[in-house]
């Protein structure tokens, strides 16, 4: 049955990838602040801004775009203080709705707001930042969008399965690349292929300390009797999104290199579901190391502890009664760890920090930046993004935290020399008293921590048929013996 399965799942996939969606859209909400003003008409200012911009490529046919792409167009040829000046004709006086999965933006808004009252000192506008709970904000996003201008003017999101099938296929979302950003990152918008990250986020590979257990490998947190604590997948999406990437040729090379850097005995146990795996790796079209990837997530789904939430599986883990339990976290959990009798962020140890350690250090995953197709404003949504991603005050609010990684890497590096995330664990005395807190920074996640990094287009492509597949899987229950 489970083949006859598979056949279906693959025979539907094909169909799938012949058909594209069409549309644009989103619903709106309330939350938020404010800071008040008066009404200015907005301008529509030609492409001669095109010629101006040394990096500008060869005027746009924008004959097949809509409004708001044809703006972005425009706007991509544009510093951040020539968005500011668009943004101050066309919003003052009004009010800006942004949504976002991080309650951050409305710490950012008012941070922009005084960014462009320090260019014109009239300028006011009033704010509401929303955030919904339970993945509800792709819902809320394709109700508005089915008005002829919508409500939310941008947003920050994060899962890039379903905003690559839900949001930009359809045309719910246009991607803006600041000309800032763009040249910080060596590019230009016009060459740079993807979507426009605010931050890469990790979460890592843990473990408690207080007992003789350890993990050397990531194989490891797989292995029999090994329950590592984790949200659900199917409550926290982007976890999904980190097993889709697994089957991706790079990441299972790292599996297949760590399954052979272990003992003998050791890859006995994990071999057989290898084997077992290899058929469905040839059925979904995976590289030569795919049936390590099924494996892996295969036993990682029966494994993992489903949690809640991540931050009371970093306070189980910090614990002293926590002996010999790992854990799959966003890092920056542990800036939140109150030290006292019985909790210590000493407690644990990060995996790939450890000597020795092989294997996946844990994922990755992005908040993107999008402006809305029917945006109200999309002048301010531009210039807000370039903002956020192109200025340190901008950022500031992710930035503070460690495991948070701006994309443009001037900020980054301006975050640093503020906050020191390096040294985090660092005492006044110049002590290392808590090292699991001195991040190592995103290069060296993605390179020797072998973070695995989340890739959308990827996730979209894979999200039929492997996703139909590990909707197979048997969930670890807990009424296992131990």
């Known amino acids: 049955m489970k083949k006859k399965f598979l056949s279906a799942v693959m025979a539907c996939s094909l169909l799938a990838t012949t058909l594209a969606g069409c549309g644009s859209g989103a619903d709106s909400g309330t939350t938020g602040g404010s800071v008040t003003g008066t009404d200015t008409a907005s301008d529509t200012q030609s492409v001669e801004s095109t010629q101006t911009q040394e990096t500008a490529s060869e005027t746009v046919d924008t004959s097949n775009m809509t409004e708001t792409q044809k703006i972005i167009a425009e706007a991509e040829t544009m510093t951040l203080e020539e968005l500011a000046k668009k943004a101050i004709e066309e919003s003052n006086g009004a009010t800006f709705y942004g949504v976002g999965n991080s309650s951050r933006g409305k710490t950012a808004l008012p941070l922009f707001i005084e960014y462009l009252q320090s260019i014109d000192s009239s300028y006011t506008m009033e704010f509401d930042w929303q955030q919904p709970k339970n993945n509800k904000i792709f819902e809320q996003l394709q109700a508005d969008s089915l008005k002829e201008e919508g409500t939310f003017a941008m947003t920050l999101i994060q899962d890039g399965n379903q905003i690559e099938s839900k949001m930009v296929q359809t045309g719910i979302l246009d991607t803006f690349i600041p000309l800032d950003w763009a040249q ?120 993992y502890n ?69 945006s109200p404003l999309p002048w301010t949504a531009c210039a807000f993004i370039a903002y956020l991603t192109c200025t340190e005050d901008g950022f500031s609010a992710w930035g503070k935290d460690m495991g948070g990684y701006s ?76």
């Open 306 to 374: 489903a949690q809640t939430d991540d931050g009371p599986i970093c306070q189980t883990l910090v614990t002293d009664s926590a002996t010999d339990q790992s854990g799959l976290l966003v890092y920056s959990k542990l800036r939140s760890v109150e030290e006292s009798a019985g909790v210590s962020v000493n407690n644990i140890n990060i995996a790939a920090y450890q000597d020795g350690y092989t294997g996946i250090g844990g994922y990755g995953y992005c908040h993107y930046l999008f402006v809305t197709d029917n």
């Open 184 to 303: 910080a990152n060596g590019t230009t918008p016009d060459a740079y292929d993807g979507y426009l990250e605010l931050q890469l986020l990790n979460k890592v590979f843990m473990y408690n300390t207080t007992g003789d257990k350890t993990y050397d490998n990531c194989w490891d947190f797989v292995a029999e009797g090994t329950h590592p604590l984790f949200m659900d997948i199917d409550s926290e999406i982007v976890g999904k999104n980190f097993l889709y990437m697994l089957t991706e040729d790079t990441y299972a090379q790292y599996l297949k290199d760590a399954f052979d850097a272990l003992p003998a005995d050791e890859q006995a146990y994990f071999q057989t579901t290898i084997d077992e795996e290899k058929e469905d790796a040839e059925l979904f079209g995976l590289g030569e190391n795919g049936a390590y990837s099924l494996a892996y997530i295969k036993l990682f789904v029966g494994a």
């Open 407 to 482: 994309s443009n890497p001037e900020v980054a590096q301006a975050i640093e020399t503020t906050y020191s995330h390096s040294t985090g664990g660092y005492n006044e005395a110049g002590e290392d008293e808590f090292p699991a807190k001195d991040d190592r920074g995103k290069e060296w996640w993605v390179g020797e921590g072998q973070l695995v990094v989340e890739d959308p287009q990827y996730c979209a492509s894979v999200a039929f048929t492997v996703g139909s597949w590990i909707e197979t899987l048997d969930k670890y229950t807990g009424e296992e013996s131990e």
